[in-house]
Every structure is written in structure tokens, then in C-alpha cells.
């Protein structure tokens, strides 16, 4: 798996749509965010987590698969992605422990691994 940040709001931090623009890895998770229509969301109030993939892990789906989910006969699956990879609350990466579980805004539940890094 390729590198995803975790990335939380906060009261006195830019938003994560914000964050996400000045780190400058994040341009693909940005572009389907938008088609997704959930850029206010992800501006909106929190506090929620975003375990967001990097450009690099985007890259290393195979050929099309991000061009596909851009359609917008597939902004419901694109949503599903995107918001299995949100958190409600503040969760840093240094609280994450091998095998956690975790609740996403899409409903289902997220396992983390610590392996080669947090995913």
C-alpha cells in the first residue's frame, strides 16, 4: 500500500481541504473530492480525521481506475471511497495502534496496520 496521511481538523488549523492544497501530494484526492461534491463538506465543522491518500498511491492503482471514478456515472462509488477514508474525531497517526479498528463516515469499519508505516 502507498502512503496516507492522517489529517485532522482543527479550531485554529486550516481546514483539511486547505491542508490537503498546501501540502501539494494531494492533488488527485482533491480533483475527486470535487467531483465527488464533497469539498464543502470537508471544509465544514468537524473535528473528523481523513486518512488521505497521497498522489503516489492514487498512481499506483491500475491505469484508468482513477479516470473511471471521476465519471460522474460513478460519483456514488467515488463518494464510498472517499468517505471510507474519514473518521469522525481527532485521531493522529501516533495513536494508532496494529490491528485498531475505527468507524468511517461511510459506514463501514477501518482495520489499521502499522506495518511499513501507518495504513
Do not use: W
Not at 45 to 55: K, N
Not at 86 to 97: K, Q, R
Amino acid at each position: 500500500g502507498a502512503a496516507a496521511v492522517a489529517m485532522t481538523t482543527s479550531v485554529l488549523a486550516a481546514d483539511i481541504v486547505d491542508t490537503a492544497s498546501q501540502a501539494g501530494n494531494f492533488t488527485t484526492l482533491l480533483a475527486a473530492a470535487e467531483a465527488a461534491g464533497l469539498v464543502e463538506t470537508l471544509k465544514g465543522d468537524g473535528p473528523f480525521t481523513v486518512f488521505a491518500p497521497t498522489d503516489e498511491a492514487f498512481a499506483a492503482l491500475p491505469a484508468g481506475t482513477v479516470d473511471d471514478l471521476l465519471k460522474e456515472e460513478n460519483r456514488d462509488q467515488l463518494v464510498s471511497i472517499l468517505t471510507y477514508h474519514v473518521v469522525p474525531g481527532n485521531v493522529a497517526s501516533s495513536d494508532l495502534t496494529e490491528g485498531m479498528t475505527a468507524a468511517t463516515v461511510q459506514g463501514s469499519d477501518v482495520t489499521f496496520t502499522l506495518e511499513g508505516g501507518a495504513k
